[in-house]
Nanobody
């Protein structure tokens, strides 16, 4: 079992920044691909970024968001800069043993999820 706890969400004006954290406990952290997803009201959960040897971003956040991993702290981060109102959502981190990078953007391939943290960007 892996437990994931996110933190760092909040309210920010457009153009501002936030840093989300996700700390894992339980089984070996380094074995897992870590992903960030988000879900806005009335919309499906969508991929934001994954980290597992390399890092990959959704086009909508590329150049604005940076995902990093601190293996010693069992923590992944999502630095979000130049935030836009359309970035408003609940952000979730997830963990999974996903060998093929093809599947790492699919939420159904992740085994463990955090509780989510709200990010609200005002215009």
């Amino acid at each position: 079992q892996v437990q994931l706890v996110e933190s760092g969400g909040g309210l920010v004006q457009a153009g501002g920044s936030l840093r989300l954290s996700c700390t894992a406990s339980g089984r070996t952290f380094s074995n897992y691909v870590m992903g960030w997803f988000r879900q806005a009201p009335g919309k499906e959960r969508e991929f934001v970024a994954w980290n597992g040897g390399s890092t990959y971003y959704a086009d909508s956040v590329k150049g604005r968001f940076t995902m990093s991993r601190d293996t010693a702290k069992k923590t992944v981060y999502l630095q979000m800069d130049s935030l836009k109102p359309e970035d408003t959502a609940v952000y979730y981190c997830a963990a999974g043993e996903i060998r093929s990078s093809t599947w790492r953007t699919w939420p159904g391939k992740y085994d463990y999820w955090g509780q989510g943290t709200q990010v609200t960007v005002s215009s």
